[in-house]
T-cell receptor
Framework: DGGITQSPKYLFRKEGQNVTLSCEQNLNHDAMYWYRQDPGQGLRLIYYSQIVNDFQKGDIAEGYSVSREKKESFPLTVTSAQKNPTAFYLC?????????????FGDGTRLSIL | GQNIDQPTEMTATEGAIVQINCTYQTSGFNGLFWYQQHAGEAPTFLSYNVLDGLEEKGRFSSFLSRSKGYSYLLLKELQMKDSASYLCAVRDDSNYQLIWGAGTKLIIKP
């Protein structure tokens, strides 16, 4: 079945450590997104990508980095510069940024600090 | 500024009808989405409105008034499995990105 796969489901980060969250989609979607979800707040956009080898910063990109080397994959690295990384991270994809079709989400990765 | 407002929590009874409101103030508008999110899970798409009026899809309906910056999600014949958070998101027409409300937690009681 087509869908979006995020891994791992749970991740723990030590101080000063970079960690990478995986996101893979087989929906043949051009656009992919990373959001952060904190309790009591709306989803906040970290980065998005409209096509391979291109990505743009969202509202809260500081302390994060991404790559888009393949259409199917959009990994997110949480760097040691992100001082408050504990959150639920959601990856999404859509046919295109301007498409009226909805974004489809993965099951999320919950990141905590050790 | 950009702002999406939804009630934080609502309670309803199994079999009843509930209306979840969403008001927005955004610099531009290019559609409004409703999603359902069960605790710890991915949001799933429910409805999309870009023109004024009511969109019906089974037990769920969504209404939009662009002049009032207002939408609602109507859930009929409530079932226990409808206990979830309901997220309202507006697409900004400057960069086509979604601006999300904090969500409304709906509690269904027997």
């Amino acid at each position: 079945d087509g869908g979006i796969t995020q891994s791992p489901k749970y991740l723990f980060r030590k101080e000063g450590q970079n960690v990478t969250l995986s996101c893979e989609q087989n929906l043949n979607h051009d656009a992919m997104y990373w959001y952060r979800q904190d309790p009591g707040q709306g989803l906040r956009l970290i980065y998005y990508s409209q096509i391979v080898n291109d990505f743009q910063k969202g509202d809260i990109a500081e302390g994060y980095s991404v790559s888009r080397e393949k259409k199917e994959s959009f990994p997110l690295t949480v760097t040691s510069a992100q001082k408050n990384p504990t959150a639920f991270y959601l990856c999404a994809s859509s046919r295109g940024v301007r498409s009226n079709q909805p974004q489809h989400f993965g099951d999320g990765t919950r990141l905590s600090i050790l | 500024g950009q702002n999406i407002d939804q009630p934080t929590e609502m309670t309803a009874t199994e079999g009843a009808i509930v209306q979840i409101n969403c008001t927005y103030q955004t610099s531009g508008f290019n559609g409004l989405f409703w999603y359902q999110q069960h605790a710890g899970e991915a949001p799933t798409f429910l409805s999309y409105n870009v023109l004024d009026g009511l969109e019906e899809k089974g037990r769920f309906s969504s209404f939009l008034s662009r002049s009032k910056g207002y939408s609602y999600l109507l859930l009929k014949e409530l079932q226990m499995k409808d206990s979830a958070s309901y997220l309202c998101a507006v697409r900004d027409d400057s960069n086509y990105q979604l601006i999300w409300g904090a969500g409304t937690k709906l509690i269904i009681k027997p």
